[in-house]
Structure formats: structure tokens, C-alpha cells
């Protein structure tokens, strides 16, 4: 359910969030914490989609109008001119990467506001909502101007709103109430109850998530967590992880291996964002993938392994080197990122190396702490809208 907290030191907006599910559910995922952490806000959000279903397990009850403060809308919606006529202007759209807002709805709110012979104070404050990155152009372009050069918005702007690791960025995505439910979680030892939920008898085993593409090393670490001395339950989601898994399993038993002994998989159902949340609290190594649960992995402050996005003109490497230098990996952690994700450029990378837990998660529980020092993605975003407002 919703965060309860509201922030009552800003006036509340209404909010147009446009959103198109390309794979993966990634941006619809980005896109639905956005909207409810500005609910949470005291803000009213209309989130328009292309493809709403995953909200039926990622967060259920949305597509019923049981979140407070968010209306999900068919995409199809914003090009209706006649239903646009009846709702309510709102003070801000934010298109999320790069979906480009439907030219329908940019008219007639552009049309609109000139007929009625409103300007400045009836204009939108338009947010280019980016993707996430460590790279330095990310500080550069970051709230950057882009005037709208011809249409029926031409004369008005949007700007760049880049989320990122540093100050000079957008932050992240991190509810007011995370960290209190994560020291709860904690206190209460109820992970062992949570997983008993799911069919996953804990004896105390190390425990890995698995959330990936189908990296080309994935048979490389069932191998090692296999043949390592401590007993290990892999949790693998739901979706590309699990298909990978289990083609890699029969493979195994097409070529005679042995069953594992080792190492218990476990495949686990959907599961919706908060308890996503609880299974990087669990596990003590979190492999995970794209950006959404990157930033989860982050504040879950354990032992993290990122399956970055491939694109096909290898702009992903640098990607990649931008985030590790960002977050102070060592040798082992930048080996093992480079192995999982086949960009190794050395041959000491070829190889999976889990060889220092405990190095790994100090790591990332300092660069927790450098974020946690930050106003989160939200906090920011409303600031910003204000001042150009």
C-alpha cells in the first residue's frame, strides 16, 4: 500500500506522467514508484500507459483505484480530445524516457491555453524524465533547457531531469519510509517467516537472488555456488532469469552432470515491489539487472552484482565503467561485473570471482551512504518544478 507519510511543506500539484513498456517492465516500474512517492507527497498523479498489466502483480490494487492519489489511464486516453475536456489541467507532464507524450494531447492543452488567452501561468512545467547513468555528461545535461522548436507546443519547453549517483544530478527513488522498513524487516527476523512464505525453508544457508538477461556466465556461477563449502539457496525470479535457469539445469542433465547437491534452486512467483524489496534484504548477494532494481540492490546495502542492459553499439561498457568507478568497486567486484556481463577487456576478468563478500557489501554500504546523504529523485523533482513554475 501507499506511503502514508505527506509532505505538506510544498503545495500539491496535479501530475501527467506518460509512460510506454518497451521489455522488461522496467520503466512502467520506474514510472509507478515515481507516481506513488508523489501521492505519498500529498500530489494527485495521472499515470498514462501503453501497457498497464504488470501493475496487476507489481503493485495490485493500481489498476482498481485502490492507491490513493494515482489514476492509471490507458495511453489511448491522452488522444481523446473529448474525455481531455472534462478533467482537470494538470501542473506538470513528465515524459519518461524518451516516450514522447502523444501529439494529441500536446494540442489540445497547447490549443486550449491560447483560446482562452492563457499563457505562462497555464504552460505545463514539462520534465524529460531520462535514463539512469554515472556518466559525465549526466552532470552536464542535467535540468538543461530544450525549447520546442515548431508544433502546436512550439514557444514552450521542456527540460532535461536526469537521476543520477551524485549531487549535481536527480537523485534516485527512495521512499521516506524505506529505510524504517528495512530496519524493521530486519529487528523482527522476519525474513525467515517471508521466505516460508514464498516455499523457501531457510536452514540458514547463504542465500543469492538471481534477476538477470541470460548471461553467457550464469553457468559459471552455478558451478561455483555449487562447489563452494558453504550450502547455498538460489532465489531465482520470476521471467528471462528463470528461463535461463532451467535451460541451463537441463542442459546440465542432458550432458550427465550430477544433480546439485550444494545448491537448492528455488523459483520464485511475481512479486510486487515491496517484496521485491524484502528478497535483496534477504539474500547476502544480489544479482540483479536494468535500473530499477539496481537502485533497490543500492539501498539494500548487500553484496550486489549488476547485469547491465546490452545495447547493440556497446555503449553499455562504458555505462558500466562509469557506475564501478562511481561506486568504488576493487579488483574482484570489477571482475566479476565484467565476467557477468561478457565485457571483459583483461583475462584476469574472464573468470567469476565471489571471493570477498564482506569487501563487496562494505562497498556498497558506502556508497549507500553517500546517496543517503542526497535529497532523493522525488524531493528534487518537486523542487525543481517549483522554481520554474
Known sequence: MPNPSVNTTTPPLLWDVFCRVIDNFGDIGICWRLCADLAACGHTVRLWVDDASALHWMAPGALE????????????????????????????????FGCEIATEFIAYYAHSTRANGQFDDKIPTWI??????AEGFVERSHGLPSPIMSGPARGWTKHFYYPGFTRRTGGLLREPD?????????????REHWLASLGVAWPGARLVSLFCYEPTALAELLQHLEA???????????????????????????????????????????????????????????????????????????????????QDDAAHVAKLEAFLDWLGADTTLRAAHHAWNSTSTTPDETALPL???????????????????????????????????
Not at 562497498?363 to 528534487?380: G, H, I, K, N
Open 355 to 389: 571471493t570477498d563478500l564482506k569487501t563487496w557489501a562494505e562497498t556498497v554500504q558506502s556508497a549507500r551512504q553517500r546517496l543517503l546523504e542526497m535529497d532523493d529523485l522525488t524531493t528534487q523533482l518537486v523542487q525543481f518544478v517549483l522554481k520554474k513554475r
Open 65 to 96: 483505484g485502490n492507491w490513493p492519489g494515482v489514476v492509471v489511464s490507458a495511453w489511448e486516453q491522452s488522444m481523446d480530445t473529448a474525455l481531455l475536456s472534462t478533467l482537470p489541467r494538470a501542473a506538470v507532464w513528465v515524459e519518461a
Open 228 to 310: 563452494d563449502a558453504a550450502p547455498t539457496h538460489l532465489l531465482v525470479a520470476d521471467g528471462r532469469a528463470q528461463h535461463a535457469v532451467r535451460a541451463e539445469l537441463a542442459e546440465r542433465e542432458a550432458g550427465g552432470a550430477p544433480p546439485l547437491q550444494n545448491l537448492q534452486v528455488h523459483f520464485l512467483p511475481r512479486l510486487n515491489q515491496r517484496d521485491f524489496d524484502h528478497l535483496l534484504w534477504s539474500c547476502d548477494l544480489n544479482c540483479v539487472r536494468g535500473e530499477d532494481s539496481l537502485v533497490r540492490a543500492l539501498w539494500a546495502g548487500k553484496p550486489l552484482i549488476w547485469h547491465i542492459y546490452p
Open 178 to 190: 524505506l529505510l524504517n522498513r528495512q530496519q524493521a524487516f530486519a529487528q523482527a527476523d522476519r
Open 128 to 133: 524529460n524524465l531520462e535514463y539512469l547513468s
